[in-house]
């Protein structure tokens, strides 16, 4: 199904009281589609719009929604995400309660969550600039994990004020938004359905392979829960494939040709760890992920790497882009984050 409309809504902003308001709301729950899922769009559309236009997260709904009452599509959203909304019969969401919503809504794990939350206690960025990043295309959702849960000081990133100028602090943040998006390579490399013969190749809009991802930052590996099997791409195997309910550990190392070789011994001492902790289990198909920068190195080196890393049982993964591309992408979105509204 396509062009689809699931929501629609009119807004402006209340310069007086600090807030958006709502004079339309209609959303729809086609059969098609997940259940709220129009009501979830437009929820994230408003915001968002919130955000954007410099309103302090509160929403207002007129009296052309409703009466003047929160929507009960949002009432009955609201109450399946576990968040309270306590002023359904003035039309009012709280700032603490559409933070909350906004944060449920863009799927954040348990443990992102609570960094999220800390770094709100500690004044350093705000969870809703976090969700904003997110629904407007700057980072995504995965990516955002690795960076708040495997960065030192992910609020640097978040908000981009490391200036290339201070060039230490720069390329230690521009390190960090490499992995991110080297693993976010992987997601989407595994998520990718390829259907027809030899002659042609199909890709299908929404026919993407069903799996879990999560992030471990004691090791910077990116888990995937296998909920059908997953072909396991970049590696020098024809074909590997992990059953349904098996995992794919894979641990990110975005490192350059130079780097690859002068911390090959910590990335295997820290996959040997890695294997340990998760159990040598037959669920538990265990990778290393470097970028194509791999493929440059001497012959007798990439033998000796790989030799050593299927020694202890863990695959290479070597992803088909440069570091140096990467680092192009990752400059660029941080200089996007430079200019979010704070």
């Not at 129009?38 to 052309?64: H, P, Q, R, W, Y």
């Not at 409703?66 to 399946?80: D, M, N, S, W």
């Not at 960025?125 to 990516?143: A, I, Q, T």
């Not at 230690?172 to 002659?199: P, T, V």
Request: aromatic share 8%; charged share 30%.
């Amino acid at each position: 199904m396509r062009d689809a409309v699931l929501g629609l809504a009119v807004v402006k902003y209340g310069r007086r009281e600090d807030l958006l308001v709502v004079d339309v709301c209609l959303t729809a729950d086609p059969p098609q589609f997940p259940p709220h899922s129009g009501t979830k769009i437009v929820m994230i559309s408003l915001l968002c719009e919130a955000f954007k236009c410099g309103a302090k997260l509160e929403i207002k709904f007129t009296e052309n929604v409703e009466g003047g009452r929160v929507p009960f599509a949002v009432y009955k959203l609201a109450r399946h995400l576990g968040v309270t909304l306590s002023h359904i019969d003035e039309g009012h969401i709280s700032p603490a309660e559409a933070r909350q919503l906004f944060m449920v809504l863009t799927g954040f794990s348990a443990a992102s969550s609570q960094k999220l939350m800390q770094l709100a206690v500690e004044e350093k960025v705000s969870p809703e600039r976090v969700c904003f990043m997110v629904h407007n295309g700057v980072w995504e959702l995965p990516e955002m994990e690795s960076i708040l849960l495997g960065s030192g000081q992910p609020e640097r990133i978040i908000l981009g004020t490391s200036l290339p100028e201070v060039r230490a602090l720069y390329l230690n943040d521009l390190l960090f938004a490499r992995a991110a998006l080297l693993g976010s390579f992987l997601d989407r490399k595994l998520a990718r359905r390829e259907r027809g013969d030899e002659e042609q190749v199909l890709e299908l809009e929404g026919d993407a392979r069903r799996f879990g991802i999560s992030f471990d930052p004691a090791f910077y590996a990116k888990i995937y829960s296998a909920e059908e099997p997953l072909l396991v791409p970049w590696i020098e195997e024809d074909e590997s494939w992990v059953p349904a309910g098996g995992r794919i550990v894979a641990m990110v190392r975005a490192r350059t040709v130079a780097d690859i070789e002068l911390h090959f011994e910590d990335d295997l001492a820290t996959a040997a760890k890695m294997m340990e902790s998760y159990g040598r289990q037959k669920e538990n198909f265990f990778y290393l992920l470097y970028p194509r920068d791999f493929r440059d190195l001497p012959q007798d080196v990439k033998e000796s790497i790989t030799e050593s890393l299927r020694g202890i049982g863990v695959g290479p993964m070597i992803c088909p882009e440069m570091a140096e591309k990467l680092d192009v992408d990752a400059a660029k979105r941080l200089e996007k984050a430079r200019v979010i509204r704070r």
